[in-house]
């Protein structure tokens, strides 16, 4: 497997740092407006060029912009064109010669309750617990139910993995955060290995995978994240990792350093390396450490170093 880390906004300086820490690979975006409604290939091809020429490669692309699926994934008037937009950006990935579009249905985003949460020597930790949700306003167009957002989904998924598919490239499903629902009143449908299965099973195709985000499935299971690896691992259905540790599940969790959570991190990358696993893991979510940058080198480094050596004792680092 390969050691990859997100880094949204492309600098020489960051694109240094990666090469310095021991980083192979980038899960990024191209420069994008609003109104472009998707990525444009020169864009995309840029990015790559950049990337290529200091040793690295763009192991996938972060999702769309938001403003282009806000209506895809909460069902209302307009998808069909985002949909269309949606299909021309996956050419064009396609055609620009990156691999995979890490994507995401949340009906709203990413839910924390808490960014001041502390862990191991005070460092700060994002936080969720769901008894502070119960009375959240309506953040969707309208009340969202499973039955709805899935719906929505399918509709989205029918129409889009084929065109995935013909260009060559593949959708890795990322979890809700957190997995739990309502929200806000809207739906959080990718929740538990069920959901996951379903959508597999729903558009059959070599495009249909997962971006199996390890902190998420975490908040679902606890230690029985061991389990869904196996699970997702053995189809040959998970197309990168998430490679991050918390402390709790479901209702209530905290983010944690890659070392101080609930999982025995060494035992996951052992199942990784027993699934025949051999694409590109990243950690993310960092909890923020004391005189550290905005963009959290140390916190990287500390999480890159250790996930590396974990690999290494598994016995599954591959080489740049």
């Given at each position: 497997m390969r050691v990859a880390m997100g880094m949204m906004d492309i600098t020489d300086e960051g694109l240094q740092f990666a090469r310095q820490i021991g980083v192979t690979d980038l899960v990024t975006r191209p420069e994008c407006r609003p109104e472009d409604g998707h990525y444009r290939l020169e864009a995309l091809e840029r990015l790559r060029e950049r990337v290529e020429a200091a040793g690295l490669r763009v192991a996938a692309i972060h999702d769309v912009h938001p403003a282009w699926n806000d209506k895809i994934r909460t069902g209302m008037?307009?998808?069909?064109a985002q949909i269309d937009h949606y299909c021309q950006s996956l050419l064009n990935i396609g055609r620009a010669g990156i691999p995979i579009l890490g994507y995401s249905f949340h009906a709203v985003r990413v839910w924390r309750t808490s960014r001041h949460t502390r862990g191991r020597g005070g460092v700060l930790c994002t936080s969720y617990d769901h008894v502070l949700m119960r009375d959240a306003p309506l953040m969707a167009p309208r009340v969202i139910d499973d039955e709805t957002q899935w719906a929505n989904y399918s509709y989205f998924a029918e129409r889009v993995i084929p065109v995935a598919e013909e260009?060559?490239?593949?959708?890795?499903?990322?979890?809700?955060?957190?997995?739990?629902?309502?929200?806000?009143?809207?739906?959080?449908?990718?929740?538990?290995?069920?959901?996951?299965?379903?959508?597999?099973?729903?558009?059959?195709?070599?495009?249909?995978?997962?971006?199996?985000?390890?902190?998420?499935?975490?908040?679902?299971?606890?230690?029985?994240?061991?389990?869904?690896?196996?699970?997702?691992?053995?189809?040959?259905?998970?197309?990168?990792?998430?490679?991050?540790?918390?402390?709790?599940?479901?209702?209530?969790?905290?983010?944690?350093?890659?070392?101080?959570?609930?999982?025995?991190?060494?035992?996951?990358?052992?199942?990784?390396?027993?699934?025949?696993?051999?694409?590109?893991?990243?950690?993310?979510?960092?909890?923020?450490?004391?005189?550290?940058?905005?963009?959290?080198?140390?916190?990287?480094?500390?999480?890159?170093?250790?996930?590396?050596?974990?690999?290494?004792?598994?016995?599954?680092?591959?080489?740049?």
């Open positions: 008037p307009g998808r069909d260009a060559g490239v593949r959708m890795a499903l990322h979890p809700d955060d957190p997995p739990i629902s309502p929200i806000a009143g809207a739906a959080c449908i990718m929740r538990s290995v069920d959901a996951f299965q379903r959508v597999l099973d729903m558009v059959p195709s070599p495009a249909n995978g997962i971006l199996f985000c390890q902190g998420c499935f975490t908040e679902m299971l606890g230690p029985a994240v061991l389990d869904a690896i196996r699970h997702f691992g053995r189809q040959g259905k998970v197309f990168y990792v998430h490679f991050r540790n918390v402390v709790g599940t479901v209702p209530r969790f905290r983010e944690a350093l890659i070392d101080a959570g609930d999982i025995d991190m060494l035992a996951a990358m052992r199942v990784w390396k027993e699934v025949g696993f051999d694409g590109p893991m990243m950690p993310d979510h960092h909890p923020v450490v004391v005189g550290d940058s905005a963009y959290g080198h140390r916190a990287r480094s500390f999480a890159i170093g250790y996930m590396k050596g974990l690999m290494e004792a598994a016995g599954c680092l591959s080489g740049a």
